[in-house]
């Protein structure tokens, strides 16, 4: 099958995160990635990039994400060379992170990463000299990090990518002819900005612009879950940050948090998280 894993390239399970320069003067495989997504950053050159069945041709200053189970490789490379950046999304997902409130993030790091071999890649991000630039200094200073062993190495690696994260996202605009998937991006970022209201699946199924059973499959291959879970995975996310930073009655925090009924938060809170909001509270406490 020809799938990498991230062990091929680091051992470090405690931070599941690789960055590397490569250039491909010979064509590069087509391969899958079994448990990981790559940032691809062109710093140079062009190539033909092989997406499932399609053929594109990249060059300098296209950035694009490629997600778990996407088969790609490179052909007729010209001086190209690239920057990698190997992660888990995991890492991006179950952080409280704010970026995960625009559409920009979800479109480009999570659903085209997932689904553009059912959509086209023309899709990725272009950047202008001036982005391009800034993207290389962070590239740089990650690089340089990476290779270095010094105190607090991987904090300031997850700082300089979350930088390049947040950089990239606001970039990133679907192009028109992608409207749904910018739909669905739409869909996510109002569900991370909205999900202290009663919020309706019909709400979010009329942002996307999809029908109820395209949306959750696609949304399900992207995120791997339901929307439904995912709404309810945002609200006691918050939750938590509410339980671990203030001393609201938990009455209050859940009402924060989008759930009318205290009982119902709490069983929720439990079948996701092993125990009850107080004991959580008093664990983060300890």
């Not at 990498?4 to 495989?29: A, C, K, R």
């Not at 997406?51 to 490629?66: P, Y």
Request: charged share 25%.
């Amino acid at each position: 099958m020809n799938d990498m894993w991230l062990n091929y390239f680091t051992n470090d399970e405690s931070f599941p995160f690789f960055i590397q320069y490569g250039g491909h003067d010979d064509s590069m495989f087509i391969h899958g990635h079994a448990d990981f997504s790559e940032l691809v950053i062109v710093m140079d050159g062009t190539a033909e990039h092989i997406v499932e069945n399609e053929r594109f041709v990249v060059k300098k200053g296209d950035v694009f994400v490629m997600g778990r189970d996407i088969r790609h490789g490179y052909n007729n490379a010209e001086d190209f060379r690239i920057c990698n950046i190997m992660f888990r999304p995991e890492a991006l997902l179950n952080g409280d992170h704010d970026i995960k409130q625009y559409a920009g993030f979800h479109a480009l790091f999570l659903l085209e990463a997932q689904i553009n071999d059912a959509q086209g890649f023309s899709s990725r991000l272009k950047l202008s000299h001036s982005d391009f630039t800034e993207l290389e200094r962070l590239t740089n200073m990650a690089m340089e990090e990476y290779g270095a062993d010094l105190p607090g190495k991987k904090t300031r690696l997850m700082s300089l990518f979350m930088q390049i994260v947040v950089m990239l996202s606001r970039l990133y605009d679907a192009p028109a002819k992608l409207r749904e998937i910018g739909g669905m991006a739409e869909a996510a970022a109002f569900m991370e900005n909205h999900y202290m209201e009663d919020i309706t699946i019909e709400q979010v199924l009329e942002i996307s612009h999809y029908s109820q059973r395209h949306f959750i499959r696609l949304f399900s291959a992207a995120y791997n879950t339901t929307p439904q879970k995912y709404l309810m995975n945002i609200r006691i996310r918050r939750a938590c940050a509410l339980l671990r930073e203030t001393a609201l009655p938990i009455t209050e925090i859940a009402l924060r948090c989008g759930f009318s009924d205290s009982n119902y938060f709490s069983r929720a809170f439990r079948k996701v998280n092993g125990i009850t909001p107080s004991q959580y509270r008093n664990t983060a406490e300890l």
